[in-house]
């Protein structure tokens, strides 16, 4: 792998090295765990509290769908909240325009 620099912190990393975030958890002495690409926590806890439960069989494919579902309802209100604040956005070109 090539080694490069991160010009922020001055860090040296591999290229083609990816961040990840891990969780382990414990429900009931079975253990779950979650591994998310990117700094995510909460998806990460999540998704190990999620394999805990599915190795329990706690966890059904309609509760799974029903969690998809709720999941793109949350997408779909954040991207109408970001379409509201955009219209809000000003383009500062314009003003030196004037």
């Given at each position: 792998?090539?080694?490069?620099?991160?010009s922020l912190d001055q860090q040296e990393f591999l290229l083609g090295e990816?961040?990840?975030t891990s969780c382990e958890v414990s429900i009931n002495?079975?253990?779950g765990y979650g591994l998310c690409l990117g700094e995510e926590p909460v998806r990460a806890y999540c998704s190990a509290v999620l394999?805990?439960?599915r190795e329990q069989n706690l966890i059904d494919p309609v509760s799974i769908a029903a969690l998809?579902?709720?999941?793109?309802?949350?997408i779909e209100d954040q991207r109408a909240e970001y379409a509201q604040i955009l219209r809000t956005q000003v383009d500062f070109k314009l003003l030196e325009q004037e």
């Amino acid at each position: 792998m090539l080694r490069a620099e991160d010009s922020l912190d001055q860090q040296e990393f591999l290229l083609g090295e990816a961040l990840t975030t891990s969780c382990e958890v414990s429900i009931n002495t079975v253990p779950g765990y979650g591994l998310c690409l990117g700094e995510e926590p909460v998806r990460a806890y999540c998704s190990a509290v999620l394999d805990s439960l599915r190795e329990q069989n706690l966890i059904d494919p309609v509760s799974i769908a029903a969690l998809q579902s709720m999941h793109d309802k949350l997408i779909e209100d954040q991207r109408a909240e970001y379409a509201q604040i955009l219209r809000t956005q000003v383009d500062f070109k314009l003003l030196e325009q004037e």
